[in-house]
């Protein structure tokens, strides 16, 4: 493989073509399904653009191995360690004065380069401000660079209001209206500004923060380029790179992550209810009726050339999900019945309940929720009777009430998806009223959250109903998607 550019990297061409492979493999271990097929238009990418515009060439690469707009999330940082900026000369190792590299520097530096929107000079700022305020460790084993200590000393977030003043100062020049100067632009609020002043001010805030957080990003790639360099490019692509949304751990997730996880929920549950509609449409063929096809085969000398079939009435199953929304399983829980509600036109009838040591039906709540999924667990926890006269999860009290006041709403037809961690708090798991609820409903399946080697510790009593019924192990967005895929009735 040659591409134009390619001396910038100092790459041979077995180089090049190792970094191409690299980037690939990464990815993949990150989730992406990439073919083999994508890995050779992303070579034929890098061949016909090279490397000389290295925002075309990310385009380029994205375009033939992303499937999904929110896999960018995964593939730039990827990039950026396989094909990184051109490593400019530090101001260790040229001839600017050792002042110019101070913090206050940096920080006038960088409210220049905001001011201007000049994303190059951003970038030789950011690895400036690595290479001097970044670096830890003593040792040459214990050396790194760390973003974080980076941003905390430059403090970026602070320069704002300097940097509107610069640009304020800037577009009255450009005006020629002699405004730039004064003491009101300096404050940013002076007598004369009108409605207009304060739009446009609300505008430029937005676009310098916009241009202070592409510098925080710029700062943590370059962070990540220098330990790279240490400690290789795949070890810290696979450790550094946060896992696409759905390989992120719901008991780990924070709110962000959360609120992406959210904006799948309606791409998963289409791409599910149409492997239901495909498992429905082979179950409808029913089995083969043995007395029927070898009757038919007395007209070919008993050979059954026409297997004849036994004809399934189309009855759609109910489903019936019982979720603990206490704690960080809330999160899981929640994205589970927004899941669920969007797949409700696959069943005959859905019923949702939420317990935390108390149970309470939410079907209602989670239906009205669905245009506004953020605050589906606030509004449950605010209008649903989950607790009683402690806070803590209490599985066999929050069981046996379901058993008691909603045992209606299980039958033969009714599959039951049990949500939670099994962690008792050391109450009493309350076996009988699970194996109750099996023995009325067609299936029951319960999703467990947490790895399965923590099943045996603590207060879980999560091999005791995994003796009742089948638990499975569901820790993000992909396990739940197949496993809901392999388990929903059909």
């Known amino acids: 493989m040659t591409a134009p550019g390619a001396t910038r990297y100092g790459l041979a061409d077995h180089g090049l073509a190792d970094h191409v492979t690299g980037l690939v493999r990464t990815l993949r271990e990150h989730g992406l399904r990439i073919g083999t097929g994508e890995s050779v238009d992303a070579a034929a990418v890098v061949d016909v653009l090279g490397l000389a515009d290295r925002e075309r060439l990310r385009a380029g690469l994205a375009a033939a191995l992303l499937h999904q707009e929110g896999q960018r999330s995964v593939f730039d940082p990827v990039f950026d360690l396989y094909f990184p900026l051109t490593r400019r000369t530090s101001a260790s190792e040229g001839d600017r004065d050792r002042d110019d590299r101070s913090r206050d520097a940096l920080r006038d530096r960088l409210a220049d380069a905001l001011a201007a929107g ?6 030789q700022i950011a690895a400036d401000a690595v290479d001097a305020l970044g670096g830890y460790g003593s040792s040459p084993g214990s050396d790194g660079w760390s973003a974080h200590q980076t941003l905390d000393r430059m403090r970026p977030q602070t320069l704002l209001a300097k940097v509107r003043t610069a640009v304020r100062r800037g577009a009255g020049q450009g005006r020629g209206t002699g405004t730039g100067g004064g003491q009101g632009d300096e404050q940013g609020d002076g007598p004369e500004d009108g409605p207009g002043d304060a739009f446009a001010d609300r505008l430029v805030d937005d676009e ?16 990540r380029r220098r330990v790279a360099e240490r400690r290789g490019t795949e070890e810290i692509a696979r450790r550094a790179v946060a896992p696409a949304p ?12 959360l ?3 959210r904006r799948v929920v309606r791409p998963l549950a289409r791409k599910l209810a149409t492997r239901l509609a495909a498992r429905r449409r082979r179950a409808a063929r029913g089995t083969v009726d043995l007395r ?20 399934r009435r189309p009855v759609r199953p109910e ?25 409700r036109e696959q069943f005959s009838k859905v019923r949702i309940f939420a317990f935390v040591n108390r149970t309470d039906e939410v079907t ?4 009205r929720g669905a245009a506004d999924p953020a605050g589906l667990g606030a509004r449950i926890q605010e209008r649903a009777a989950l607790t009683g006269w402690h806070g803590s999860s209490d599985y066999g009290t929050a069981l046996g009430e379901f058993v008691e006041r909603y045992g209606d709403a299980v039958g033969p037809r009714t599959t ?3 949500l939670g961690d099994a962690r008792t708090n050391q109450a009493d798991p309350n076996f009988a009223a699970l194996r109750h609820i099996a023995d009325r409903a067609r299936q029951v399946h319960w999703f467990n959250p947490e790895r399965r080697s923590l099943w045996p510790t603590g207060d879980s009593a999560a091999l005791g109903y995994a003796g009742l019924v089948p638990m499975h192990e569901c820790r993000n967005a992909e396990q739940l998607g197949a496993l809901t895929a392999r388990l929903l009735p059909v």
């Open 292 to 311: 029927r096809t070898l009757r038919g085969s007395l007209s070919t000398g008993g050979v059954p050339m026409r297997p004849v079939l036994r004809r």
């Open 364 to 367: 209602a709540l989670v239906t």
């Open 246 to 257: 759905d390989r992120v751990d719901f008991l780990v997730a924070g709110q962000g992550r």
């Open 319 to 343: 489903l019936v999900l019982l979720c603990d929304v206490s704690g960080s399983v809330a999160g899981f829980s929640d994205f589970t019945m927004l899941l669920v509600q969007a797949l």
């Open 208 to 223: 310098i923060r916009r241009l202070i957080e592409e510098f925080r990003r710029l700062v943590a790639t370059e962070a």
């Open 118 to 123: 000049d994303q190059s000079a951003m970038a």
């Open 259 to 261: 609120d992406e996880l």
């Open 416 to 418: 039951v998806f049990v």
